[in-house]
């Protein structure tokens, strides 16, 4: 560490270290420095270079450099398990962008690795940090909806070209894969391990072609969470619904911090992300008074940065990794028997 901060060094240095991550970690300073980032061929035509980071075509320079603490790896998840068990055996602690790695026996052996090192080690989840899924939150725990009953979660879009420009099929190329991550993840961060999960995941375009449409159920004794998601949505489904026994939310829109980060509008703007009164969701109950409600909730705000937040109290103040290697696997494993009968 240097000043206390956090030395960190990135592998990769495409849309995922310059959108989803670098802009989250400028913005703690007092935490964190960047020191170098790697990638095999450096060019600056869409990605400003940062000040006062090195960039390099060698990555050795990150390995072998004794004051990097952290390497983060934001390369296409083909390259995931070879950097990380690089970046662990260099004695590096290990954040990994989504999806973590292509299959859940090369999850345990990075994990077996982290943990024989003594080493912080995690897949990227930065949904779990989404508006949206913040304030569903806030309403389950408000208690305005009573018990739960059912969840549906939407992750949607009208983007037929991408299935239609895939002529294999490929697990680790799945929608479940690249997408299904974020949700799931979400469930097991809240909820837990499901009683049991229906499956069903499909290739709209015939056997031999992309997945391009996912839902499961995963089932938690009364309540049943519904994970959907499809590349054929011309209209997106509300991202959440949430029924309980005295009334339900709908969170229309999803979360804003993707939407402004592709307009290169970042978070050090004050309104980055943020609810307008438009995008607000709606919770409908009926009180104990036996009184009708109907209400707009505002938005709690999201923060992709607050994985960096949780590496750093892990690391550093040696609180509880957030998200754990046994939430991590989990989520891997419901992925692989959704796409096993696939070909």
Do not use: W
């Given at each position: 560490m240097?000043?206390?901060?956090?030395?960190?060094?990135?592998?990769?240095?495409?849309?995922?270290?310059?959108?989803?991550?670098?802009?989250?970690?400028?913005?703690r300073p007092d935490r964190f420095l960047i020191k170098k980032i790697f990638d095999i061929h450096v060019s600056h035509d869409l990605w400003s270079a940062i000040d006062g980071v090195e960039y390099c075509e060698d990555v050795e320079a990150l390995l072998h450099d004794p004051q990097i603490d952290m390497i983060v790896i934001c390369t296409t998840h083909h390259f995931h398990y070879q950097y990380a068990k690089m970046v662990l055996e260099a004695g590096k602690?290990?954040?990994v962008e989504k999806p973590f790695m292509e299959n859940s026996q090369q999850a345990k052996e990075i994990f077996t690795l982290a943990n024989q090192k003594g080493l912080y080690c995690s897949a990227y989840q930065n949904r779990r940090y989404d508006s949206d899924f913040l304030?569903?939150?806030?309403?389950?725990?408000?208690?305005k909806l009573g018990d739960l009953l059912e969840l549906e979660m939407h992750f949607d879009y009208f983007r037929p070209e991408v299935p239609e420009n895939v002529h294999q099929f490929d697990p680790a190329m799945s929608y479940l894969y690249g997408h299904g991550c974020h949700t799931l993840d979400q469930v097991i961060s809240y909820f837990g391990k499901p009683d049991y999960i229906h499956y069903d995941v499909r290739q709209l375009l015939g056997e031999g072609r992309m997945n391009d449409y996912f839902d499961l159920?995963?089932?938690?004794?009364?309540?049943?969470?519904?994970v959907k998601s499809s590349y054929f949505r011309i209209k997106e489904r509300p991202?959440?619904?949430?029924?309980g026994k005295k009334g339900m939310?709908?969170?229309?829109?999803?979360?804003?911090?993707?939407?402004?980060?592709?307009?290169?509008?970042?978070?050090?703007?004050?309104d980055f992300g943020k609810d307008t009164p438009a995008h607000f969701g709606v919770l409908t109950y009926i009180d104990d008074q036996g009184q009708y409600h109907e209400?707009?909730?505002?938005?709690?705000d999201g923060d992709y940065g607050r994985v960096y937040d949780g590496i750093y109290d892990c690391i550093v103040h040696h609180q509880p990794q957030i998200i754990t290697h046994d939430q991590t696997l989990m989520q891997?494993?419901?992925?692989?028997?959704g796409v096993k009968e696939l070909k």
């Open positions: 240097i000043d206390h901060k956090l030395v960190l060094g990135y592998i990769g240095n495409g849309k995922s270290a310059n959108r989803y991550h670098i802009p989250f970690v400028l913005q602690h290990c954040l304030t569903v939150q806030k309403v389950i725990e408000s208690g159920d995963l089932y938690y004794g009364i309540l049943k969470i519904s991202s959440f619904i949430v029924y939310f709908i969170k229309q829109t999803k979360d804003r911090q993707e939407e402004h980060l592709k307009l290169f509008y970042m978070p050090d703007h004050p209400e707009k909730v505002p938005s709690v891997m494993e419901i992925i692989e028997i």
